[in-house]
């Protein structure tokens, strides 16, 4: 019993609150707009489910975007959005995997399910805005070759990914800045297809409710780093206090 009461805990009620209307509107605008495409409405309950845990520097966060990538690829590939399938099943799946591991191998010392969060220096920044510059530009080609839908959007999408994801790897509280603007890039595409599919409504309400989640994302992640630097800070300290007090 006070082992299922401390996972319960794990959750502040603000944090269960988010998740639960999550999931309420995920599953109402399913069954509005949609209810034929039952691996839409996985995806979007695996997704939002790995955003909480994602929020709380979890390792089950990545875990489950593995499985979203694969699911919201496929999704894509039925309104040849081929742009959002090579990202997600090329790029996104694969640096969810290398995330996984980092996040394994950085844990918050003796708190197994934190990641230690990193702050990324300047020379790093620029770096990664470059990098993603040049990603940006070959998958234009790319998806050109494809004849991709909607090709302007869906290229801002892979340099919005591609930022998030590469943020998230290096366990920085600005991957779910660069998620909110892929949400927003996203909601845009699947408003676009929702135009000629209603059943795509439900793929953008999706993706306005990762847009919330991971606007709190970011706000916990900073209260991790501020939490993390004044332990680290107070364990430096800790034996000249005691000396002091001898």
């Given at each position: 019993?006070?082992?299922?009461?401390?996972?319960?805990?794990?959750?502040?009620?603000?944090?269960?609150?988010?998740?639960?209307?999550?999931?309420?509107?995920?599953?109402?605008?399913?069954?509005?707009?949609?209810?034929?495409?039952?691996?839409?409405?996985?995806?979007?309950?695996?997704?939002?489910?790995?955003?909480?845990?994602?929020?709380?520097?979890?390792?089950?966060?990545?875990?489950?975007?593995?499985?979203?990538?694969?699911?919201?690829?496929?999704?894509?590939?039925?309104?040849?959005?081929?742009?959002?399938?090579?990202?997600?099943?090329?790029?996104?799946?694969?640096?969810?995997?290398?995330?996984?591991?980092?996040?394994?191998?950085?844990?918050?010392?003796?708190?197994?399910?934190?990641?230690?969060?990193?702050?990324?220096?300047?020379?790093?920044?620029?770096?990664?805005?470059?990098?993603?510059?040049?990603?940006?530009?070959?998958?234009?080609?790319?998806?050109?070759?494809f004849h991709t839908a909607n090709i302007i959007p869906s290229t801002i999408s892979v340099a919005t990914s591609f930022f998030a994801v590469y943020l998230t790897f290096r366990r920085s509280a600005s991957y779910a800045v660069g998620y909110a603007a892929n949400d927003i890039v996203l909601v845009i595409l699947w408003a676009l297809a929702s135009a000629e599919n209603r059943s795509y409504f439900s793929v953008m309400i999706c993706f306005v409710i990762f847009f919330v989640n991971d606007l709190y994302g970011y706000v916990n992640w900073k209260r991790m780093e501020r939490r993390q630097t004044e332990d680290t800070l107070e364990k430096q300290f800790e034996p000249n206090i005691k000396k002091f007090e001898k």
């Open positions: 019993m006070k082992v299922m009461k401390g996972k319960l805990n794990y959750f502040s009620k603000g944090e269960l609150f988010l998740w639960g209307g999550s999931v309420v509107i995920v599953i109402l605008s399913f069954f509005l707009f949609d209810r034929g495409n039952y691996s839409t409405l996985a995806a979007s309950l695996i997704g939002v489910t790995s955003l909480i845990f994602c929020a709380k520097g979890n390792l089950v966060g990545p875990l489950l975007m593995v499985v979203f990538s694969v699911l919201y690829g496929a999704i894509s590939y039925t309104f040849a959005y081929y742009g959002e399938m090579i990202t997600y099943l090329g790029m996104t799946l694969p640096m969810e995997i290398i995330t996984l591991i980092s996040w394994i191998k950085n844990p918050y010392e003796e708190k197994k399910a934190e990641v230690r969060v990193n702050r990324i220096g300047t020379g790093e920044m620029v770096f990664l805005w470059v990098l993603t510059a040049v990603v940006t530009l070959i998958f234009y080609f790319i998806l050109s070759a």
